[in-house]
């Protein structure tokens, strides 16, 4: 067996954000909430960026999946409607706490 086949391969989306400014996050989940499709992502630094992974707050972006009327393909879009927004913010921090075992309070993502 080679040794890739063990390695971690993450999912990774470029992100241009309103002001033009292009960020890579990694998918930390993905679900469906009230018949709409959200993601949850987090910042994503190369290996050899070891100084920016130490100074990473760990956080936690929720986005909205919209569709292009045009193309019909997938464009992930900021939830403006803040109640919603805590909502499906709960439920990702549970799921995201099951799936990486966070206990403790201080071990909370921050969400934005």
Known sequence: MSENMNEYTPDLFELIDEE?????????DCMEFEEEK??????????????ELLEDSGEVVILKVEYDEETGEEILASIEDEELFDRVGAVFMDRIEEMFGFDDEDDELPVQ
């Open 20 to 28: 033009g400014n292009k960020q890579t996050f990694e998918l930390l």
């Open 38 to 51: 959200y993601y949850a992502l987090t910042p994503y630094f190369e290996a050899d960026e070891g100084q």
